[in-house]
């Protein structure tokens, strides 16, 4: 079960998401566009149970509207935070439009259908919060434009299809979770570039192949949990000398090989490691 604490250990990271400061001076046009974007978002929620988005009409300005924060000087959207309110619908292609948006936490609703490609057209980016939803489709690779981003988490969906080789040029990002879905293919070496990860959860999916060679230089990684997948091969010596690990599962993967003589020497942090239901030696 190591998989689960790592995974709600790292969904519960918080991260303060600081105001944008390098915008544009304030223009009516932009501040209506974020407001169509939001009434466009409105339009594709099927079932409101709890009304929170009663708060959403003309009688007072989109900033106040529940789960919306607008940076003060700019009166532009850069957090929609709308985890938790048992929402049903899809996620409209306009969300593109909040051009400021720099939080988008939809966690824990019942979102379906594919993650709209235009999510790629928010530069400023930085939290995207969509796991224990059901969204199914591919990841869009348009994702990876999102060159600020520092937390992707996707888990507890029905995505399907590969993780986009393109997630490799995402240099600031320190935490990746895809558990629980119905990925498949290789995991993309690429993901090898990420020098800034510290946390990979990709377990309960569908990879196979063999486990990058180039994960070794992730050096800050803290916790990697690839349990319950199709994998094979043996696990690359370069891991065994990321000091800072703390979590390494790897099991009921069909990895195989042997485990080095001097692992608590080159792994010091460790606290969780599993290697169950494997082949090992």
């Known amino acids: 079960m190591s998989w689960l604490i790592f995974s709600f250990q790292a969904l519960a990271f918080c991260f303060s998401v600081p105001e944008f400061l390098g915008a544009s001076a304030f223009s009516v046009s932009g501040n209506e566009t974020d407001r169509a974007a939001l009434l466009e978002f409105k339009s594709k929620i099927t079932n409101d149970a709890l009304g929170v988005l009663g708060s959403w009409n003309d009688s007072i300005h989109f900033c106040q509207w529940y789960g919306v924060t607008c940076s003060p000087r700019y009166q532009r959207v850069t957090i929609l935070d709308l985890q938790n309110l048992k929402l049903v619908g899809t996620l409209s292609p306009h969300i593109g439009n909040l051009s400021f948006l720099q939080k988008l936490d939809l966690r824990n609703n019942s979102f379906t259908n594919a993650i709209p490609p235009q999510i790629g057209h928010l530069r400023r980016l930085q939290i995207l919060y969509l796991q224990i939803n059901s969204f199914d489709g591919e990841i869009p690779a348009s994702t990876s434009n999102c060159s600020n981003l520092l937390v992707v988490s996707l888990a507890l969906n029905h995505l399907v299809g590969k993780i986009p080789s393109e997630f490799g040029s995402l240099s600031k990002l320190q935490f990746l979770s895809t558990t629980a879905n119905n990925l498949i293919g290789n995991i993309p070496s690429s993901l090898g570039n990420l020098s800034s990860l510290r946390g990979l959860s990709l377990s309960r999916n569908g990879f196979y192949g063999s486990i990058p060679d180039t994960f070794g230089g992730l050096k800050n990684l803290v916790n990697l949990s690839l349990v319950v997948n199709n994998l094979s091969g043996t696990i690359p010596p370069s891991i065994f000398n990321i000091s800072s690990i703390q979590t390494f599962d790897v099991g009921s993967t ?19 490691f599993s290697i169950t239901g494997n082949q090992f030696t």
């Not at 990895?255 to 003589?261: A, K, S």
């Open 254 to 272: 069909y990895i195989e090989g042997e485990m080095p003589l001097d692992l608590g020497t080159t792994l010091p942090n460790l606290r969780i």
